[in-house]
């Protein structure tokens, strides 16, 4: 099992850029693949974007793709998610997730942080 532990969010202007951080802890942290989930107020949670457990595969949801950018530092157990060019529709809690397996993170990950807000004035 694996605990997730996310930072970073707050409030900012749109076109401004965002940091969010997620610490892993637990055993097998460094061999699963990771990503985050973002739920809008009245919404569902979606996905928004994944990595392999070594970095070396990404995967974002269409709306993302060329402002935000997802890495990973093993050594540290983190991940990082650079968002750029936020927009007011990126409002949002975003949840750090994990999974031993990249295809099943993308859809129904099996470990997931408490969430951290982002809210993006206009």
């Known amino acids: 099992q694996v605990q997730l532990v996310e930072s970073g969010g707050g409030l900012v202007q749109a076109g401004g850029s965002l940091r969010l951080s997620c610490a892993a802890s637990?055993?097998?942290?460094?061999?699963?693949?990771m990503g985050w989930f973002r739920q809008a107020p009245g919404k569902e949670r979606d996905f928004v974007a994944a990595?392999?457990?070594?970095?070396?595969?990404?995967h974002y949801t269409d709306s993302v793709k060329g402002r935000f950018t997802i890495s990973r530092e093993n050594a540290k157990n983190m991940v990082i998610l650079q968002m750029n060019s936020l927009k007011p529709e990126d409002t949002a809690v975003y949840y750090c997730v994990g999974d031993l397996f990249f295809s099943r993170l993308v859809s129904a990950p099996t470990e997931w942080g408490q969430g951290t807000q982002v809210t993006v004035s206009s």
């Open positions: 637990g055993r097998t942290a460094s061999s699963h693949a």
């Open positions: 990595i392999t457990w070594n970095g070396g595969n990404t």
